[in-house]
């Protein structure tokens, strides 16, 4: 097994919220490391997405009861929120997270093909090593939830509303 990951050495390594899931994920099974980790994701899938529609609490409420986790991803991804590597490793994220979520024997990032799916996170690509301990199946998807966890929160900020209008720059 690989070392334990710490928030220290992570570029948005003030962040409370962000040291609190890094502590959960070291004492934490890989089933609940899985499942709990792409939780947050799509929580803030839901927060960019409110963050940039109209605000209407009563039509926003209505919307986000209807979309579930993809749907969510691809919503984002077609409002311009996101490119289409990060639609694409969101959705691993999701299908990674669903194998362990419905699969009860199911105990180890190193089994029934997980690692390999872990390897084909396009996050890798991007990453600087020196943040990021890549030496197991398991801390690959901490790292990617970790990667991502920075870029929604960052992308959440970036979103303003003038006069009730949207305006947003997710891309530089």
Known sequence: ???NI???NYPHSDDNEFAKLQ???NRETPRAV?????????????????????????????FTKRLNSEQRINMCYLLGLIDE?????????????NEFAH?????????KNIGAECEKLDYL???????????????IYIGAIS??????????????RIDGKTLFNVSS
């Open 6 to 8: 710490t928030s220290s």
């Open 1 to 3: 097994m690989g070392k």
């Open 34 to 62: 899985a499942i709990v980790g792409y939780a947050y994701l799509d929580d803030f899938l839901k927060e960019l997405l409110k963050a940039t529609l109209i605000e209407n609490k009563r039509l926003f409420k209505d």
């Open 147 to 160: 990667y991502y966890f920075g870029f929604l929160k960052s992308a959440i900020k970036l979103c303003k």
């Open 125 to 139: 690509k991007r990453v600087k090593p020196d943040f990021y301990t890549l030496d197991t199946p398991r801390n």
């Open 85 to 97: 590597r990060i639609k694409d490793d969101l959705k691993q994220i999701k299908n990674i997270r």
């Open 23 to 25: 502590s959960e994920f």
């Open 103 to 111: 699969d009860k024997e199911l105990n180890s990032f190193d089994k």
